[in-house]
């Protein structure tokens, strides 16, 4: 029994003093930053990689199926998010919003339903301009999917690559494949030297996108809680946001897929490195960080830090100006290919202090085996 105890102490002691050895992550909230400040603009984010590209801008609208699919599942899955309808509480606001979504010959009472629901809000008994109200099985009977899937509808860039005009290019075409090879596999890099070869017009979307980018974009989902942080991690490796080291928390009401902003500010500052643009370009797959930098401060300040709760979005970084990105946590937004200047103009709207950070994938995250399915949200 002493021999066994002895060896318990002596096990102990062990991995205390290899503890001790480890080295310290530095918490969410003392990141110190480096010596460069966030970028305030988009006029030094210019990509390393100019592609022959040919743009053709989409509007994309819930499908009906995912609308229905919300309505009849909501209410046995906290994490499906119901259908809400944002209307005005002005009686000219409410006549038009219920003209544009009703189905035909349904306005009248598409119309009722809301002035009645407007009235028992709270929105009712305040200066508030707009109501959010319920849309129940019933109702959604009453409106037209795709007039009212139509009020998210979000631009997505399709791009298309002159495979011919690469083809004739070697020097660009190589550095396309160098950026490419860390987010494609050998298979997908064949079939898109093939394409090339064949001088075809190639879409970005089927051949230069990587596993989860190519199966998700131009998707709505239906839970809540797959965010732009978790699809800028799934953009580097479509297990990274599975693994327990990176996503710790599980929030009530969310999909247990959803990162949170410190889950995602902990692993940038252990498995990415900041990129500097004074020196370097953007590359394929760097991922950018927007934060609302408080007005107080500065990068040469020695006792600066970065709070991750400044971070507001997170996008991925393509090529010629081109991002993939999900708008929000919520499934009204879908997985599109913006223009940078477009994103950074989305979020100006939201941010007193706009400000970007670069960040560059490097190392192995954990790798634990997830005792649960994270991916089971995927359509």
Partial sequence: MLYKNSQAIILY???????????????????????????????????SLLLPLVETRHTLTIPDYVLRKRVERSKDDETIEPLLLNTPTSTAGINAIAEKIARPGREVKLLKYIQVEVK???????????????????????????????????????????????KSEPILRSQLFKQLEHFLDKEELYKLKDEIKKGDQIPIDQFLLPEFAKKMVRKFILHRGPNCF??????????????????????????????????????????FYEIDLET???????????????AHFT?????AVI????????????????????GSKSPNTPYAVRTLADEWETWS????????????????ADQDKVPFDLQDWIL
């Avoid at 590359?283 to 609302?292: A, H, R, S």
């Avoid at 941010?351 to 960040?359: M, T, V």
């Fill in 120 to 166: 028992n809000s709270n929105s009712a008994n305040s200066t508030q301009k707009m109501a959010q109200i319920p849309i129940s099985p019933k109702v959604f009977n009453l409106i037209d999917p795709s007039q009212y899937g139509d009020l998210f509808s979000k631009v997505h860039s399709s791009l298309v690559l002159d495979g011919a005009k690469i």
């Fill in 230 to 271: 978790h699809a800028a991690l799934s953009f580097q490796n479509i297990k990274l946001p599975t693994y327990p080291m990176v996503n710790v928390k599980e929030e009530k009401g969310y999909h247990r897929v959803m990162i949170n902003y410190d889950e995602l500010w902990a692993i940038l500052n252990r498995s």
């Fill in 13 to 47: 002691l062990i991995c205390y003093c290899l503890f001790l050895d480890m080295p310290k992550v530095a918490g969410s909230t003392q990141f110190k930053p480096s010596k460069h400040d966030f970028y305030y603009n988009t006029d030094l984010m210019v990509g």
């Fill in 280 to 294: 370097e370009s953007l590359k394929y797959g760097d991922m950018i960080v927007l934060f609302e930098v408080p």
């Fill in 299 to 303: 990068v040469t300040d020695p006792n």
């Fill in 307 to 326: 709070d991750y709760r400044w971070i507001r979005h997170t996008t991925t970084y393509l090529f010629n100006g081109y991002t993939f990105s999900k």
């Fill in 349 to 364: 709207k939201y941010s007193k202090k706009l400000g970007a950070k670069i960040f560059r994938k490097t190392g192995v």
